[in-house]
DNA sequence: TATATACCCGACTAAAATAGTCAAGTTTTA
DNA sequence: TAAAACTTGACTATTTTAGTCGGGTATATA
């Protein structure tokens, strides 16, 4: 069970706005270099950013993104999803009546997946960005 | 983020399993039908089921696959531990020096996931197979 | 106003993982 | 001894992932 990394790289990248910005836009390149992630990936996540009015950006020399909230208000749920990255740890399909297996009931297993997501979601509906900067071990 | 259908799949087989068995052997084509899953993939999963002392073969006419434990005993996370699939959301390696990025710190986010990790584990470690079996929603 | 910097965006692709199938067995019991 | 059922490794089509590529557009500053 894997995250991808579109969404690892997000959720680091803005860890990354989140320490180095001082009310100014950060760029790719700066998060790219500090980061150790592809100029040319970050910028497609970022585009998924931005399109969720997760960052805002700033174009032009000396252009970069900024953080749209701050990050004691950004969920990290609302980062997966802008990255399309659903918590939805199997197939079955909530809603249809003809749903799991193409069985007409629900699979003997259908609940117990229902109750995982539930539980990972809302891991991620209480972690904020911020709650991501107070590690003491972590060194930039 | 999602779980494979192996997964899946050998959670569900062994719920119908413990739905079925009355001290006898369970057929994989009895499962196969009830469940809507392919013979020949049941074949693989219980093949890794069984490596795992999770059942027990017997084999012959009137043959099949046996829970090792009961139901109340068996961990949803010991079904998934023999299927390799680990709670591992993200390709940081945690005990390693050079580990993320291939940086020499830690990134960023890593202790975030590692909470992540624990969050989930300790829910399929909390949950036994018994406990989807009460379900009154669900027709067999 | 030239130019360098940085965002913008769709299309493409190699590699890996997934979700199976296939073939050719062996074992056991009725 | 025939049929049911487990055993095992190898194979494969499809999908997903993890990016790259190419050609833009906008804007600050020299």
Redesign the interface.
Known sequence: ???N?KS?YA??AL??MA?FSRNNAVSLRDISLR???SLLYLEQIFLKLKKNNIVKSVRGINGGYMLVKTPKELK?LDILLALD???????CKKDSKKSC???S?????????DE?DI??NS?FES?KLS???R?K????
């Open positions: 069970m894997k995250l990394t690892r959720v680091m860890a990354d320490v980061q150790g992630i990290i990255q659903k918590v939805k740890t199997i197939g297996n193409g069985k009931t629900k699979c003997i297993t259908h609940n117990f997946w995982l539980h990972i891991f972690k709650d991501l900067l590690n071990e972590v060194r930039y």
